[in-house]
């Protein structure tokens, strides 16, 4: 039986490790969201042991791409032929979506961003790592707080006939003002209403101030699956949000674009271990480089107790190293 030849992406971020593959005719053929849970290795070896496990004997991985927070964690286990941001990422994976894609609006579990295209090329964009309002983990803490579960938020929001103004700018003051919403008797449904107002409230202030969001607007990231979320952003934007069929796993998507790309136009030869090289023992450890004045923080991953290879420098001494 011949052998499927497919392409991976891997995301890395602080919630989930996403996984997709890609055929040549980049169909996606597997795809995989996993909780992190602050053990990025194990997630990655989670993931792929369970690709091999499946389908790993009829499949050839001809090329891997990393993106996310832990892409140089990731690219160290794999062997990765690709690493790129996760703005170089969303971006190529939508554009592959929906070629004529002017704004994409992302938002995860700990962070958001949102990319503005030009002529299919990115000209503007900004991130949010710092405030948790503007996040998925927001959502999801007050989920659990009024007693629902976060995939039931959305169809609660759209039930809403009256949703309450919620302070929106810092999750501590949202979760205090939607606690005395819930004081003076107003409804979850319209509690929930709100506070998916106050999210897209504070997405656009923080990350949309002064720019201009054009249509085609594209919504990616876990958030994505929230109706209510994209029925507020819909409101607020005044035009309709598209979602993309694997708006959970775009920035694993764009990279194994990438991947395919980078190999096809380079030797045709991957850079990846294998499934075999899973097995072993991976461990993580840092230093400080005294080399100079700016003593950067050097990663090490070892596997087995072999270093496999080294980031964090500034001037290159350490990278690429083992």
Known sequence: MNRIKCYMGI???????????????NNVLDKQYLRTEGQPIESIRKGLKDIDRRIGKNIVVS??????????LAAAIVGADVVKNEI????????KTIPDVRTIIEIGGQDSKIILLKNQVVHDFAMNTVCAAGTGSFLDR?????GIAIEDFGSYALKSKNPVRIAG????????DMIHKQQMGHSREDIIGGLCDALVRNYLANLAKGKRLDSPIVFQGG??????????????????IIIPEHFD?????????LARESVQDASGKTQFNGFDKLNGSYTTESREC?????????????????????????????????
């Open 11 to 25: 995301d890395v971020g602080s919630v989930s490790t996403n996984i997709t593959l890609i055929d040549e005719e």
């Open 63 to 72: 090329g891997v791409g990393a993106t996310g927070s832990g892409r140089q």
């Open 88 to 95: 170089t990422a969303h971006a190529v994976a939508a554009q």
């Open 142 to 146: 007050q989920a659990s707080r009024i």
């Open 169 to 176: 700018r810092c999750a501590v003051f949202a979760e205090s």
């Open 223 to 240: 958030v994505a699956a929230n109706i209510g979320i994209v029925r507020a952003f819909e409101k607020a934007l005044g035009v309709g």
């Open 249 to 257: 796993v775009m920035g694993a998507y764009g990279v194994a674009l």
């Open 290 to 322: 005294s080399g100079c004045s700016n003593c950067c923080e050097i990663v090490q991953i070892t596997l087995d107790d072999d270093p496999v290879a080294c980031w964090g420098d500034k001037c290159g001494k350490w990278s690429g190293t083992a």
